[in-house]
């Protein structure tokens, strides 16, 4: 008797890249809600504390990212 058990795979690259560009399209949004584009450089000025949001909110998003890579997907 043959026992079928479901494949896992690691979530890999591909789940980690996509949630990196979620991450991107947020930090996106959350820049022009603010009025910047981003990606754009102030060339020495101040950053607004908004923009610092936004940076802060991307890191800790593409941080969690990396947690995707190990987890099982079936």
């Keep these: 008797m043959t026992t079928a058990l479901p494949l896992l795979t690691e979530g890999g690259i591909i789940s980690?890249?996509?949630c990196q560009t979620g991450c991107?399209?947020?930090a996106v949004a959350c820049y022009a809600a603010a009025g910047f584009?981003?990606?754009v450089p102030t060339?020495?000025?101040t950053i607004?504390?908004?923009?610092a949001s936004c940076n802060s909110?991307?890191?800790?998003?593409?941080g969690v990212?990396?947690?995707v890579i190990p987890l099982p997907a079936p």
């Design 24 to 26: 991107n399209a947020v």
């Design 48 to 51: 607004p504390a908004v923009l």
């Design 57 to 62: 909110a991307l890191g800790i998003c593409m």
């Design 16 to 18: 980690y890249g996509i």
């Design 37 to 39: 584009t981003f990606g």
């Design 65 to 67: 990212c990396a947690l």
């Design 43 to 45: 060339w020495g000025a």
